[in-house]
């Protein structure tokens, strides 16, 4: 029984911040990669930033620079901090969590992020 609750999500003005947070609920083991994606409106699901055991991350051209994941691996919880947020960011953004063999595939409900004036 795992469950990724997701929470920090909202509407901020152009230019604002925001911090998204997704704690991995239940019995869940060896967790390798946990991260962030997002889905516009009419648009492709795509990764936003991700990090692996070991320290490892990765992050869309969009947002590099602006965005930064980190995880508290005790407590089983990725968080993505933005800022200088653009309208372009505005979408639903899902976290998701994997282990390296490939035996688990979890995806949080969604946090809507919206950036308008």
């Known amino acids: 029984q795992v469950q990724l609750v997701e929470s920090g999500g909202g509407l901020v003005q152009p230019g604002g911040s925001l911090r998204l947070s997704c704690v991995a609920d239940?019995?869940?083991?060896?967790?390798?990669?946990m991260g962030w994606y997002r889905q516009a409106p009419g648009k492709q699901r795509e990764l936003v930033a991700i990090?692996?055991?070991?320290?490892?991350?990765n992050y869309a051209d969009s947002v590099k620079g602006r965005f930064t994941i980190s995880r508290d691996y005790a407590k089983k919880t990725v968080y993505l901090r933005m800022h200088n947020l653009k309208p372009e960011d505005t979408a639903v953004y899902y976290c998701n969590a994997r282990n390296y063999a490939g035996g688990y595939d979890y995806w949080g409900q969604g946090t809507q992020v919206t950036v308008s004036s």
């Open positions: 239940g019995d869940i083991f060896s967790i390798y990669t």
């Open positions: 990090s692996g055991s070991g320290g490892w991350t």
